[in-house]
């Protein structure tokens, strides 16, 4: 899928979809009359598009989500070298759901649940032996939404585990009543409850923005910059918990609809979500080239 694109080409060109910051997401009609959305970044540190990005959707696309296939990614090139990076996917029919949610009749927000609850199980049936993205490559930190920082890859559980709890030693406690022992063997305990090596497919951001629908059907499953393969909690205490940019009047209807998680581990995703004045020192950043 990799390709290199002449920043001049119309290819980035079209009707504004979205636009925050670096990355703009556009609708563009190409020459054969196809409709496609154009996503794309400068190549700026806060929000470079990763080629992994690209791949983990068109993994989740061929094995039976609804999102849309990616026909191709782009360097955008510049007269010095690289100045940004595009992935070139199929358009999802429909709307987000957020512009619609609050006017459908209940009949067919329940339906749209069950939907969504259909696509979450599908995604707990695809999966890798080791936490990170297709090929063994790293993640997005999505215990940090305001970085591009760099999470794993992980071989194993434990290593993991190890990762969140040094987390835990490191900051100050969000809570008052933490107990970081009790804390410990709640994550050993759900270790224990998993079966190794099975890491599940994770979206990361479920917000109603990243949800497309027509006529009370989903379409498509758009945004996959904080997906990943993860422990089974993850998803519901990132959705829940930590819901970095959901809409608040969402989160209880992913609640019902997201698999639920140990108290434990949503309270260890509550104790190692970081902020922008956070910094351990040893993070690691996504690159242009990654």
Same mark, same amino acid.
């Given at each position: 899928?990799?390709?290199?694109?002449? +920043?001049?080409?119309?290819?980035? @060109?079209?009707?504004?979809?979205?636009?925050?910051?670096?990355?703009?997401?556009?609708?563009? &009609?190409?020459?054969?009359?196809?409709?496609?959305?154009?996503?794309?970044?400068?190549? =700026?540190?806060?929000? !470079?598009?990763?080629?992994?990005? !690209?791949?983990?959707?068109?993994?989740?696309?061929?094995?039976?989500? @609804?999102?849309?296939?990616? #026909?191709?990614?782009?360097?955008?090139? /510049?007269? +010095?070298?690289?100045? /940004?990076? !595009?992935?070139?996917?199929?358009?999802?029919?429909?709307?987000?759901?957020?512009?619609?949610?609050?006017? @459908?009749?209940?009949?067919?927000?329940?339906?749209?649940?069950?939907?969504? $609850?259909?696509?979450? +199980?599908?995604?707990?049936?695809?999966?890798?032996?080791?936490?990170? $993205?297709? /090929?063994?490559?790293?993640?997005?930190?999505?215990?940090?939404?305001?970085?591009?920082?760099?999470?794993?890859?992980?071989?194993?559980?434990?290593?993991? =585990?190890?990762?969140?709890?040094?987390?835990?030693?490191?900051?100050?406690?969000?809570?008052?009543?933490?107990?970081?022992?009790? @804390?410990?063997?709640?994550?050993?305990?759900?270790?224990?409850?998993?079966?190794?090596? $099975?890491?599940?497919?994770?979206?990361?951001?479920?917000?109603?923005?990243?949800?497309?629908?027509?006529?009370?059907?989903? &379409?498509?499953?758009?945004?996959?910059?904080?997906? /990943?393969?993860?422990?089974?909690?993850?998803?519901? !205490?990132? +959705?829940? %918990?930590?819901?970095?940019?959901?809409?608040?009047?969402?989160?209880?209807? #992913?609640?019902? %609809?997201?698999?639920?998680?140990?108290?434990?581990?949503?309270?260890?995703?509550?104790?190692?979500?970081?902020?922008? =004045?956070?910094?351990?020192?040893?993070?690691?950043?996504?690159?242009?080239? =990654?």
């Amino acid at each position: 899928m990799a390709d290199v694109l002449d +920043a001049t080409e119309p290819c980035v @060109l079209g009707k504004l979809i979205y636009h925050r910051g670096p990355r703009t997401v556009v609708e563009h &009609t190409r020459s054969d009359g196809q409709t496609v959305v154009v996503k794309f970044a400068k190549q =700026d540190p806060r929000a !470079a598009i990763q080629r992994s990005e !690209a791949t983990m959707q068109q993994f989740a696309a061929t094995h039976g989500i @609804l999102t849309p296939k990616v #026909l191709r990614v782009y360097d955008i090139m /510049g007269e +010095a070298g690289p100045i /940004g990076r !595009a992935i070139v996917m199929e358009k999802a029919p429909g709307v987000p759901l957020v512009q619609v949610w609050r006017k @459908l009749p209940r009949e067919l927000q329940e339906s749209i649940k069950d939907q969504l $609850r259909g696509q979450l +199980a599908l995604m707990r049936l695809l999966t890798m032996p080791y936490i990170g $993205r297709v /090929g063994y490559q790293p993640t997005w930190n999505v215990f940090n939404c305001w970085q591009t920082y760099a999470l794993g890859p992980f071989p194993d559980r434990q290593s993991f =585990d190890e990762w969140c709890l040094r987390r835990i030693r490191q900051k100050p406690a969000r809570s008052h009543k933490l107990d970081k022992w009790r @804390l410990r063997r709640h994550v050993k305990k759900d270790r224990a409850r998993s079966t190794e090596g $099975r890491f599940v497919l994770t979206h990361g951001d479920l917000s109603p923005r990243n949800i497309m629908v027509e006529d009370g059907v989903i &379409t498509g499953i758009i945004d996959w910059q904080f997906s /990943g393969f993860f422990p089974e909690w993850v998803e519901h !205490a990132n +959705a829940t %918990v930590i819901a970095a940019g959901i809409e608040k009047w969402w989160i209880p209807v #992913l609640r019902e %609809v997201v698999p639920q998680c140990a108290k434990g581990m949503a309270k260890l995703a509550f104790e190692i979500e970081e902020h922008p =004045d956070c910094s351990y020192g040893d993070e690691k950043h996504f690159t242009f080239d =990654d």
